[in-house]
């Protein structure tokens, strides 16, 4: 079985400039998350879907952060415009999640992302 | 709100010692427990959860956590360490669905 799938693993753009990351979860998994960990700490939860509906996004800076999940199945995160303070490793994982029963978050690769 | 706290920033052990990781959460009602492990280049995987039931959970590679509900601690071990242990631990409680996590304890196991 395939697990979560992001790309790309690393980006460096400049301040200011979009980036975008994508995330393919594990087949089935109908609950999709976005974590963001800065160097020497824990990931901490952006967003949630469960299918194609954010359902906790109160972390998630709407400023300059945007993320979709269309058709329920994959997803993209957005930084636009990027800030220095947004390098860090950007985590997508999934989970089954029937009917909000917590259940075990299985996490893809990360994407790394550095702003000079 | 919740949150978690891992002690132990870094732990340096010989392979054959034994190993123990503090983990201390802060939230009254009821939690699920995990601890993840991210090997050098790897992604973040399960160790092992707690749900409900026997307090002495059992994972993946020899690894075993306890929870103690009156300590708030759900503390990671394994009796004997190898080379390969060498990762990141990083413990996480769930209070609803969202996963908090600890900032993680570095492992390194000499051989």
């Known amino acids: 079985e395939a697990g979560v799938v992001q790309s790309p693993r690393y980006k460096i753009i400049e301040k200011k400039q979009p980036v975008a990351f994508w995330c393919n979860p594990i087949?089935?998994?109908?609950?999709l998350y976005w974590y963001r960990q800065n160097l020497g700490q824990g990931p901490e939860l952006l967003i949630r879907?469960?299918?194609?509906?954010?359902?906790?996004d109160s972390q998630l800076p709407k400023d300059r952060f945007s993320a979709e999940r269309l058709k329920g199945v994959d997803s993209t995160l957005k930084i636009q415009p990027a800030e220095l303070g947004d390098s860090a490793v950007y985590l997508c994982?999934?989970?089954?999640?029937?009917?909000?029963?917590?259940?075990?978050?299985?996490f893809g690769p990360g994407t790394r992302l550095l702003v000079l | 709100a919740q949150s978690v706290s891992q002690h132990n920033h870094h732990v340096i052990l010989s392979e054959a010692a034994s190993l123990e990781l503090g983990c201390n959460y802060s939230?009254?009602?009821?939690?699920?427990l995990f601890w993840y492990v991210q090997y050098p280049g790897q992604h973040l995987q399960l160790l092992l959860k707690?749900?409900?039931?026997?307090?002495l959970v059992k994972g993946i590679k020899g690894f075993e956590a306890e929870f103690i509900k009156s300590k708030f601690s759900f503390n990671l071990r394994k009796p004997s360490v190898q080379w390969s242990d060498t990762a990141e631990y990083f413990c996480?409680?769930?209070?609803?669905?969202?996963?908090?996590f600890g900032k993680g304890t570095t492992l390194s196991v000499s051989s």
């Open positions: 994982a999934s989970s089954l999640d029937p009917s909000g029963r917590v259940e075990t978050q299985y």
């Open positions: 087949s089935g998994h109908n609950t």
């Open positions: 879907y469960e299918n194609e509906e954010a359902v906790d």
């Open positions: 939230y009254g009602g009821t939690v699920n």
């Open positions: 707690y749900f409900s039931g026997d307090p």
């Open positions: 996480a409680v769930t209070a609803g669905t969202a996963l908090i």
